[in-house]
């Protein structure tokens, strides 16, 4: 069964901290590998889009991994900031599944001054 | 132009109430969706549409009925719905169906 697990399900971090958020997937044939931010109440915004070939992509503070062969991936923020409080959506695709996004359920980071 | 546009932002209908959530994208994408969201959940696939016809329907019930006038709007028609149907629904785009979707900023839509 096509699955992705995110871990932790929540955190709390200090402002100016740096922390790292899991991604393992079972789905196959693997496509490629999304991180998405969603703050409450509005769309989630694309934050990197990874496929089978590639280890880690950057996007200003964010840095995301992935590792084909374990099927895992993290997203790393670095000096977190009020505003990164969200929730982080891994999402994967499958090669041929016309459309079909499978998510995982968020981490939901909160950033505390 | 990297928008997915969605109108309304809010909307508040009755049980016997007919409405229309809309959903317009100008970057040439030839794939686009309605998701449903449940608060602190992942969206839910609704509607896939691929080059402006229905390729997915995840066994919605008939309350909810996609459009795909062009390839550049979407829209969602709702009747009769139940407060059960209360939640997010966000359109999202993409190239093609396996790259990256852009969603839009959502409706919020409350059945009373």
């Known amino acids: 069964k096509n699955q992705v697990e995110q871990s932790p399900q929540s955190l709390i971090i200090l402002e100016g901290k740096n922390c790292t958020l899991q991604c393992n997937y079972t789905v196959s044939p693997f496509s490629n590998l999304r991180w998405y931010k969603q703050d409450t109440g509005r769309g989630p915004v694309s934050l990197t889009i990874m496929t089978f070939s590639e280890n880690t992509k950057s996007n200003g503070r964010y840095t995301a991994t992935l590792d084909a062969d374990t099927k895992q991936s993290s997203l790393h923020i670095t000096a977190s900031q009020l505003s990164d409080s969200a929730s982080y959506i891994c999402v994967v695709s499958a090669t041929g599944n016309t459309g079909k996004l499978i998510f995982g359920q968020g981490t939901t980071l909160q950033v505390k001054p | 132009d990297t928008e997915v546009t969605q109108t309304p932002k809010h909307l508040v209908m009755g049980m016997t109430n007919k409405k229309s959530l809309k959903c317009e994208q100008h970057?040439?994408?030839?794939?686009m969706y309605w998701y449903k969201q449940k608060a602190k959940k992942p969206p839910e696939l609704m509607f896939v549409?691929?080059?402006?016809?229905?390729?997915i329907n995840e066994s919605v019930p008939s309350r909810f009925s996609p459009e795909c006038p062009n390839s550049s709007l979407l829209n969602l028609h709702l009747h009769a719905l139940q407060p059960e149907d209360s939640a997010l629904y966000l359109c999202a785009s993409s190239q093609n169906s396996g790259t990256e979707a852009f969603f839009g900023q959502g409706t919020r839509l409350t059945v009373v």
């Open positions: 970057m040439g994408h030839r794939a």
């Open positions: 549409y691929s080059y402006e016809k229905l390729s």
